[in-house]
């Protein structure tokens, strides 16, 4: 079966650390990049991220950038977001899908479509 699997949700008390994977299964990550993004309740779907297909560009949503950073592990299909210093607005489920990455200098695009490869989600609770 052709898809992407996210793991590693969890509940987590502010200022705390997860991390997250998204797993390829029935196909390869290798040369594709991957956009994680979240959604909160009752909120627009959020790209909070994302790698190039060989991991050498990052990019990162204002909201996240210096708590979050996302790496590859190509060899195994699979790409992890971690996260550190985690607040409540973090609360969310966490989905990763492959799509488009690109960044230069200061800017920063990032996007999947809906017939890119997207993953269940995970979900994510930061509370006291």
């Known amino acids: 079966q052709v898809q992407l699997v996210e793991s590693g949700g969890d509940l987590v008390q502010p200022g705390g650390s997860l991390r997250l994977s998204c797993a390829a299964s029935?196909?390869?990550?290798?040369?594709?990049?991957v956009v994680w993004f979240r959604q909160a309740p009752g909120k627009e779907r959020e790209a909070v991220g994302c790698i190039s297909g060989r991991g050498s560009t990052t990019a990162y949503a204002d909201s996240v950038r210096g708590r979050f950073t996302i790496s590859r592990d190509n060899s195994r299909s699979t790409v992890y977001l971690q996260m550190d210093a985690l607040k409540p607005e973090d609360t969310a489920v966490y989905l990763c899908a492959t799509g488009f990455c690109m960044k230069s200098g200061n800017s920063h695009a990032m996007s999947a479509a809906p017939d890119d490869y997207w993953g269940q989600g995970t979900r994510v609770t930061v509370s006291s």
């Open positions: 029935g196909f390869s990550l290798d040369y594709k990049s």
